[in-house]
């Protein structure tokens, strides 16, 4: 069951420098993880963003650019996904369907090379149940109200507000900027990876984050135990909050966005598919839509849990 709210994601690393940012809607749920859980349908719930060419299967770069973006920006063929959040009532998970869902690419200036061909990122701990888990020093994980009130001082900041939000609830996730050598889950072919703990790694390419938001009913200010739930964990943490991307990118556009020089000023990244943000032109959907599923109780079931 779907309920809409307000909500927003993205990805980010490093200080505020140089930046581009490209708005994506959501256009699929289903229990897969071509990272992870390649050809299998027995992951938790996700959420996709991006390039409708994504299945079970781990995709490549060119079999991305072959779909439709979901996003804003023609030339961002990329796939990210996250676990799907839901607001729990007795035994009822209406899923919550995100306002907004952006990807920030930061420092943008300091990038020495673009994003290789199959280049894919894993984010955050998909098994966090504490804030140890969660190595924020690294992913910058954190969930607040981002018109107040502030409770982040109080609590784990790994885990969902603790108090009601006046407007919306909102995370952060960073990605590590090391490119490493790893072997395809697909192939035994060496393909790019950033899953690495490294910030700053020498020939980083832009780094990226996701933020999140949605809006909720109770008394303000009144302290309670949060009714959503990830689809990673239990009801009341967002410990588990993590993110997946697999490269995308046009090369030209990837070149243009290498060009920022400024540290402070957003930037525009155009390409031969059209201007940053002149958004997309067809609809994204579900590119194998009999298979799998896009319903909680349902997902738990292929995994082989109970409700």
């Not at 209406?94 to 930061?106: A, D, G, K, L, R």
């Not at 109200?145 to 909102?170: K, L, N, S, W, Y």
Request: with cysteine; proline share 7%.
């Amino acid at each position: 069951m779907r309920q809409q709210s307000l909500f927003s994601a993205a990805f980010m690393a490093g200080i505020v420098s140089a930046y581009t940012d490209i708005r994506h809607k959501r256009f699929m749920l289903k229990n897969i993880d071509p990272i992870v859980f390649p050809g299998e349908y027995i992951s938790h719930m996700h959420s996709f963003y991006g390039s409708d060419a994504v299945t079970k299967d781990m995709p490549t770069t060119e079999e991305l650019q072959k779909g439709c973006p979901s996003g804003e920006n023609p030339n961002d063929l990329s796939v990210y996904w996250t676990p799907t959040l839901y607001v729990v009532k007795n035994d009822e998970y209406h899923e919550v369907n995100p306002m907004m869902f952006s990807t920030y690419y930061e420092n943008i200036d300091k990038a020495e090379i673009p994003f290789p061909k199959d280049f894919f990122a894993v984010a955050g701990n998909a098994t966090a149940k504490t804030q140890a888990d969660v190595d924020e020093n690294i992913n910058g994980l954190t969930w607040w109200c981002d018109a107040g009130p502030e409770d982040r001082q109080t609590r784990d900041r790994g885990t969902f507000p603790r108090v009601t939000c006046a407007a919306h609830i909102q995370a952060i996730l960073r990605f590590p900027t090391a490119s490493i050598r790893a072997t395809s889950p697909r192939t035994d072919t060496p393909r790019r990876t950033a899953e690495m703990p490294c910030q700053h790694e020498a020939h980083a390419s832009a780094p990226l984050l996701h933020p999140i938001r949605r809006s909720k009913s109770h008394p303000r200010g009144l302290e309670w135990t949060s009714p959503l739930k990830l689809a990673c964990g239990p009801v009341g943490d967002g410990y588990c909050m993590h993110g997946d991307f697999v490269n995308g990118w046009f090369d030209d556009a990837q070149q243009n966005l290498l060009k920022a020089t400024d540290r402070r000023n957003w930037m525009r990244i155009d390409g031969a598919k059209g201007q940053g943000k002149a958004g997309s032109a067809c609809q994204a959907k579900d590119a194998d839509p009999e298979n799998g599923t896009g319903d909680y109780k349902k997902s738990l079931d292929m995994m082989g849990m109970s409700s």
